[in-house]
């Protein structure tokens, strides 16, 4: 099967391509790359984990919507927070945004490549072929 690069990779403030495409569909399936709470700017949101995972969360809803889908397609995401003392807030705001959609989850506790980031989402979502 063909991988389809569904969005053109992100270009950085400075001019610099990130060598990344936000997500990859193969057949039914939507691989999105991690999402962080970076806002239009690419500067991580203020506020804390709970709005860098809100923020995280609309990122990937705009990767998906490029593809057709939405959370409700989402069928797994894996979540990398760096400390698990954010993982109460972190919890209360990705329930928020999947509703009653609960998709399977792995959370990871782990540094993340850009500093200040709290939070990073990746999603495998399935969608009509």
């Known amino acids: 099967m063909a991988v389809d690069r569904i969005v053109t990779p992100p270009v950085l403030p400075n001019g610099a391509q990130v060598p990344l495409v936000p997500a990859t569909r193969v057949g039914n399936l939507i691989f999105c ?8 700017d690419l500067k991580l949101v203020e506020g804390g984990v709970g709005a860098q995972t809100r923020q995280a969360i609309a990122n990937l809803q705009a990767v998906l919507a490029e593809s057709g889908a939405t959370l409700a397609d989402v069928a797994k995401t894996t979540v990398w927070l760096t400390d698990l003392a954010h993982f ?3 919890n209360a705001a990705y329930a928020e945004a999947f509703g009653k959609d609960l998709p399977a989850r792995s959370t990871i506790t782990s540094a993340l490549a850009i500093p200040g980031a ?3 989402i990746e999603a495998i979502a ?3 072929a």
């Open 33 to 40: 790359s991690g999402a962080l709470g970076l806002d239009a």
């Open 88 to 90: 109460a807030e972190f």
């Open 118 to 120: 709290l939070v990073e």
């Open 126 to 128: 399935s969608v009509e």
